[in-house]
């Protein structure tokens, strides 16, 4: 059993508060992806389940184990960095084996450990190379084969990939993926970029200023972020952002949502119940990129004046505004729109997102 609890973990460096109080659970066997912005507290959470740096307060335990002032070492986590930090002038063989030959392991254990960590990472051809003469994906390799042979209940990673290029990147995400199914191992994977976390992730936990904003799997946070933050950040193209005031719509029970200067779009009748809070209320409408271009002659439409347009083979993005937001829409390739054309998209409105514009939270959840 390798579930990771923080319980009410805080971190403060001197008199400055990075992680406020935080609770987590990740489960036994659980790929979990710590996701966010930069300085948001995903090396320093990592640091603290390995025991790299010290909880200010709160607990961490590792299965049944209270490790909260336990030293890195009896942990039993390995941790994979950004920068290899592999031994230049040993092997490859002699880099992955190296933990173990200082804990003093028989040689044959080390070998045959060796060899099984370099079966799995297909390293076969390259044990007897340097790491000068390896590629950057073959030396992240070499760095996942030394935490591998250490058989760790829980493995960390810190942005692993983001030394490599964008097809290799591609290519590593399969490999990790691959590996925690054979290894069954309990896996936090901290990373800035977005589409790393929803494609690698059984849940994504998405942080902000030391706290969690969410934390779901993938299809969840991209379907119902709970707030702006979370609503923005997951997806690429990022959603669109329209504000505007939410009204009922004459005595009916009809909802619409009105944005300056355009005409007001009718929400479904389904998704009203989930709206009340935000009636006659400042709101922002949220549509992703992707939910423009079925064109549907029930669908509202969103007048957009076009700044760009991007093709890129599947299908053509257009770049410009809608009143006074920056709106981007997919439009089919072989569509005729130039830039400083106004145009009308059509919008999903199964798909649209609301939120309180005074405090970001999200009007419809689990909708
Ligand atoms: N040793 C330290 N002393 C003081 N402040 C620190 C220290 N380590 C980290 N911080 C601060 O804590 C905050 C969180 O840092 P952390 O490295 O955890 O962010 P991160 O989410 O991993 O960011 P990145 O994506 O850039 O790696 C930052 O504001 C950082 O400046
Ligand atoms: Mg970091």
Redesign the pocket.
């Known amino acids: 059993m390798s579930q990771v609890c923080l319980d009410q973990v805080t971190k403060s460096?001197?008199s400055?508060a990075?992680i406020p109080p935080l609770d987590l659970v990740i489960a036994d066997k659980e790929f979990v992806v710590l996701v966010?912005?930069?300085?948001?507290?995903?090396?320093?959470?990592l640091r603290m389940i390995a025991g790299l740096e010290q909880a200010t307060s709160g607990e961490i335990r590792i299965g049944e184990r209270d490790v909260t002032t336990l030293r890195p070492g009896l942990r039993n986590c390995s941790m994979v960095f950004q920068n290899y930090a592999l031994y230049p002038h040993m092997t490859v063989a002699e880099n992955i084996g190296y933990g173990m030959k200082v804990r003093g392991t028989p040689k044959e254990d080390i070998n045959a450990a060796v060899a099984n960590a370099a079966r799995i990472l297909n390293l076969g051809a390259y044990l007897n190379r340097k790491p000068s003469a390896l590629s950057g994906g073959q030396r992240q390799r070499v760095a996942i084969g030394r935490a591998i042979v250490r058989q760790p209940d829980v493995f960390l990673f810190d942005?692993p990939l983001s030394n490599l290029d964008a097809k290799l990147r591609i290519e590593m995400r399969t490999e990790i993926k691959l590996l925690h199914r054979r290894l069954q191992t309990t896996i936090v994977y901290?990373t800035?970029d977005q589409v790393e976390a929803m494609t690698m992730a059984d849940r994504v936990v998405v942080?902000n200023q030391g706290r969690i904003e969410q934390a779901a799997d993938p299809i969840t946070l991209y379907e119902s972020p709970k707030n702006l933050f979370v609503a923005a950040f997951i997806g690429a193209p990022s959603m669109n952002f329209v504000e505007g005031r939410l009204e009922a719509d004459g005595g009916g029970g009809g909802v619409v949502f009105r944005a300056d200067g355009d005409v007001p779009i009718t929400v479904p009748a389904r998704m009203v119940k989930h709206l009340s809070a935000g009636i006659g209320q400042a709101v922002v409408l949220g549509i992703r990129p992707e939910h423009t271009m079925t064109a549907d002659p029930a669908f509202p439409t969103i007048r957009v004046h076009v700044a760009d347009i991007e093709p890129l083979g599947p299908h053509t993005l257009a770049i410009g505004k809608a009143g006074a937001s920056a709106f981007t829409a997919q439009i089919h390739a072989a569509s005729r729109v130039r830039p400083e054309d106004t145009i009308q998209i059509p919008i999903d409105p199964e798909k649209m997102h609301f939120f309180l514009k005074s405090t970001g939270e999200a009007l419809r959840l689990d909708c």
């Open positions: 460096f001197g400055v990075v966010g912005p930069s300085g948001c507290g995903k090396t320093t959470t942005e901290v800035h942080m």
